[in-house]
């Protein structure tokens, strides 16, 4: 069986490129929600409801592993999945996970007391749904003490991106980037809270300045993987790789291939 990776449009092909790399040999079947993309306007209800039905559809490809490689999701809908609605045989993962064990330098399974880390003061760069939701911060907290952060809901840039305006998209960053120094002057990380910003990651190092660790999340989800699969092997086996999307997959074929750089064949989801 693949491992289906699911996000709201295009962003997560960042997160299936670091999957590809680390993990050669396993088939991925990336889905793309791009008829309601961006998620991170959308009310937790409707995150909710439009992320069950994707992974539904990964299921009918034989996906029984899903990660949902888009924060927004990750935020409003993967607790609630995991509490009361995930059938026993089915494992969806999300992307905050590797980042918070990355920034506090723990395991997941580390249930002991929160204590101190060497990073005090993080910027948070994400959607609006994902900085309403606070979900960063509450899985944080859980692990760390002394740990401020500040969000910045970086309202356009997923659109921008998703229309292929890169120069919107970096004026757009720029701005937010500015707007978060206002809160926080001085912050010591900052973290790329969503799949599509590494597209724009060298924008973000610019803008910041020496000086600031810039956590992006698609290496670290490669390497926690890689590290789960290696402790559930069942979960992955034999399968075809594809590229699915609930948009024109003629449109999207061809944004995905300039993020890319090579050939991306979208099929109707």
Not at 94 to 105: K, N, S
Not at 137 to 149: C, H, K, S
Not at 153 to 179: K, Q, T, W
């Amino acid at each position: 069986m693949a491992v289906g990776v699911f996000d709201s449009g295009l962003g997560g092909l960042t997160v299936l490129r670091a999957l590809e790399r680390r993990l050669p040999d396993v088939p991925f079947v990336y889905y793309a929600d791009s008829a309601h993309a961006p998620y991170g306007v959308r009310a937790a209800n409707d995150i909710f409801e439009l992320t069950c039905t994707a992974v539904e559809r990964l299921w009918d490809e034989d996906c029984d592993l899903v990660v949902l490689a888009c924060n927004t999701a990750s935020a409003a809908a993967l607790r609630r999945m995991q509490e009361s609605w995930l059938p026993r045989d089915k494992r969806v993962l999300g992307v905050f996970v590797p980042l918070i064990e990355a920034l506090t330098e723990r395991r997941w399974g580390d249930n002991s007391p929160p204590r101190e880390v060497r990073v005090n003061n993080v910027a948070l760069f994400a959607t609006p749904a994902t900085v309403a939701s606070r979900a960063f911060q509450r899985e944080l907290a859980f692990r760390a003490i002394g740990v401020d952060v500040e969000a910045q809901a970086c309202g356009g840039v997923v659109d921008a991106i998703e229309e292929g305006d890169m120069i919107l998209a970096e004026a757009l960053v720029r701005s937010h980037v500015d707007a978060l120094r206002r809160k926080m002057p001085t912050p010591q990380a900052a973290i790329l809270g969503c799949t599509h910003y590494p597209i724009m990651e060298e924008i973000f190092r610019d803008a910041l300045g020496p000086g600031v660790e810039v956590y992006s999340q698609a290496d670290l989800v490669g390497e926690s993987l890689a590290d789960y699969l290696q402790r559930h092997p069942g979960m992955v086996g034999e399968g075809e790789a594809k590229f699915l999307t609930t948009g024109d997959p003629r449109r999207v074929s061809g944004q995905a291939t300039q993020f890319l750089r090579r050939r991306i064949p979208f099929q109707q989801a």
